[in-house]
């Protein structure tokens, strides 16, 4: 990426600024950076998961996406693959496609086929649950809503 100043050195410094939910960015070289009193000496640390990412999408050919843009924040594919962080909410449906094929490289699927996670439940909180659908489920078969009560027996089996 070209300096949005100079328009002659590859851009270094990228200067995201966010006014009233207006997203603009300046990309500018390390001299006109310094013209304009912006600090450039100072090394950002090095993302690992950027080199992963980087050694990821180097098993495939670049493809013409890599020069797409978030409508958003105008981060790139390519500056994604650079980083390994997104601009912003937006990038993750405007980079959709590369995403699911990047998840599909490194964990062999884009879907999740794991164990759900389960939040523990209180033991008193289940037991007072248990209670309230059983009493429930009592008063369901007595006024004869076969469908409520298998549903609410569904819910108990579920619980115990």
Do not use: W
């Not at 100079?6 to 500018?28: F, G, P, S, Y």
């Not at 094929?101 to 909180?125: F, S, T, W």
């Amino acid at each position: 990426m070209l300096c949005d100043q100079c328009k002659e050195r590859d851009a270094v410094v990228h200067l995201t600024q966010i006014v009233n939910a207006e997203v603009t960015q300046l990309h500018l070289c390390e001299k006109c950076a310094a013209a304009k009193g912006i600090e450039t000496t100072v090394a950002m640390p090095k993302h690992p998961l950027g080199d992963f990412l980087h050694a990821v999408q180097q098993q495939s050919a670049p493809s013409v996406g890599d020069q797409a843009r978030c409508a958003y924040c105008q981060t790139s594919l390519r500056d994604f693959r650079a980083s390994g962080r997104l601009g912003c909410a937006q990038c993750y449906t405007a980079f959709e496609g590369a995403l699911r094929e990047l998840l599909r490289r490194v964990h062999g699927a884009a879907r999740h086929r794991g164990r759900e996670y389960d939040a523990p439940v209180a033991a008193g909180i289940v037991g007072s649950e248990l209670d309230s659908l059983r009493e429930r489920l009592q008063r369901a078969v007595a006024a004869e809503e076969f469908e409520l009560a298998a549903a609410l027996r569904d819910q108990i089996r579920a619980l115990e």
